[in-house]
């Protein structure tokens, strides 16, 4: 009887784990200047927030793990979506002291937003202000 229940559990446990979708994981790389994605094919949209302007990246054309989307630099991996156009060879460049909100949008959208922020110091680096 009871590896009867203890099977019903396994399965219950197993059947519930499948019906969620996994989030990708969201980081900074701060060696390689760059946000880090798990998983990006379960990815919508990547939101860029800094002084005086937002991207949204998409179109994640490599959909390995992980998925690396760099600052001041071409990501031809991805494509920057603009009102008008969509581009792979938007450069996002980091402005001196400022701060950055990055948000990764599950395709399935029954998520909310997962977010990562950073600085950058007096000539533009990534610094870790918010974890220090």
Do not use: H, W
């Not at 990708?24 to 390689?32: A, N, P, R, V």
């Not at 990006?40 to 054309?61: C, D, W």
């Amino acid at each position: 009887m009871r590896l009867k229940i203890y099977l019903l559990i396994v399965l219950v446990s197993l059947a519930a784990t499948g019906c969620f979708d996994e989030v990708s994981s969201l980081e900074i790389d701060y060696t390689k200047k760059a946000v880090v994605l798990g998983d990006a094919s379960r990815v919508k949209q990547l939101t860029i927030e800094g002084p005086g302007e937002s991207v949204n990246y998409g179109y994640f054309l490599y959909l390995g793990k992980p998925f690396y989307l760099y600052f001041n630099k071409k990501n031809v991996d991805c494509q920057a979506i603009f009102v008008d156009s969509l581009s792979n060879n938007y450069i996002f460049k980091l402005k001196p002291n400022s701060e950055y909100i990055i948000r990764s949008y599950s395709k399935n959208g029954d998520r909310g937003p997962m977010s990562a922020a950073f600085k950058t110091d007096k000539d533009g680096n990534m610094v870790d202000g918010y974890n220090q």
